[in-house]
């Protein structure tokens, strides 16, 4: 009679796990294919197959950062700013979702919270974008382009109120200020003064990172410009054009410099 030898339990749970260990290496293996695949697609411009790729990977290997970053991403490069149709905002909502499970992953994760904010800034849900720059300032506080958005959202928001108050006031572009209608001048220093001064710091914040940050320049003239339409007196009025001006001329002399060196190395990469 054939006698059979008992494995012992340690042994045998031993085996079992590595049965496992190896099964799930096979998925990990599988999830990679997928998204090499998936970043084929991606470098192609076709997200809608770089999607089911990325997916797949996800679906394989659920802890898999880069696969999910991908995911988000490519269905982002699928939304259209502007465009209203359902499809349109349910791949807005898809890369929010996707984004958001990384940060259920990674509170921190640097590009996807950029991610959010862009796009609740191309969204123009700017409360909600100031927000997410806002965290994005405090996971990275060298981030000179956060603060320019920061600043693009007050710009977004106060420059057509000034515009239609002074157009109300029988205004033309062209007129300089400031604005004489105390009433309506007071309403708006009201609602907009403090965004217009925190705008300004902010520029400050992302030019002190970057002292060539020429886009920075350009809104710190829009900024002053706009401003002095708000000033109590012709010399406040006066001191906030000269500024301004100041700044178009560095914005200017900035870009000017940097096409030069960009002449002179024939638009290839510049060491900094």
Known sequence: M?????????SLVCLLGSLAFLGAGC???KARDQ????????????????VEHFKTA?????NFPTARLYLATAYMQQYIPGAESDDNMRMAKAAEDEFGNVLKQDGKNELAVESIAMLKLNQKKWDEAKQWFQKLIAINPSKATAYYSLVFIVWSQWYPALGTARANLGMKPED???IKDKKV?????????????DGIANLQKALDIDKEYDDAMAYMNLLYRERADLADSKEDYEKDINT???WLNKTLATKKAKQEKKNATGGGIVAQ
Request: hydrophobic share 40%.
């Open 35 to 50: 998204l090499n695949q998936g970043v084929q697609s991606f470098k192609n411009s076709q997200f809608p197959q770089a």
């Open 58 to 62: 996800v679906e394989l290997d659920p």
């Open 27 to 29: 998925k990990q293996l």
């Open 176 to 178: 300089p200020g400031p």
């Open 2 to 10: 054939m006698r059979v030898k008992l494995v012992p339990a340690v």
């Open 185 to 197: 001048k007071e309403e708006l220093k009201a609602k907009y003064m403090a965004m217009v001064n």
């Open 244 to 246: 301004a001006n100041d």
